[in-house]
């Protein structure tokens, strides 16, 4: 898990404080928001970021489409706090918003978006299974089997 202590961390606190003023042209956060909501923020940027640059195939793009994930979860964040995972609610966020954008990749056309993303996680991220649960919302026990379903599917089948 990625957390403010973290090289990661403290870059996404210097992307996404407030207090500093924008960065890179980073609008800031909205003010009135829960602490909570901010160290979801930080402790998910990192994570969030290099995703959506590696699924979309720009960092670029892949930073303005996490930047504006964040941003709307902070207008549902209440919503999101009523889920049983608040973390797989703004996963799930994220997920669609690039699945919109991703480049064409063999692995998003044979597998289920969250088979993909959870491979994406582990193999191109490079991601333990503790912590690439912990961005999807779900116990590494429950990537894990995620992760293996997927892989099972991208095995070839035997010829009968």
Known sequence: M?????PCGRRADAELDDRRGPSRGTPPLPRRLPVSYSAFCRDQWAVYQSFSAVTVGSARIGTTIAR???HDLGDRWDAALR???PAAYAWNLLSRRVC?????SGLHRLLDRNEADA???RYKLG???PEAGHAMGMTPADFEMLR???L???????AR
């Open 68 to 70: 504006a994930v964040l």
């Open 148 to 150: 293996h379903r997927a």
């Open 100 to 104: 919109e954008r991703r480049t064409e």
């Open 83 to 85: 889920t049983c995972s």
């Open 127 to 129: 991601l333990s299974s």
């Open 152 to 158: 099972l599917a991208l095995r070839p089948r035997r």
């Open 119 to 121: 491979l994406v996680l």
């Open 2 to 6: 990625l957390t403010r202590n973290s």
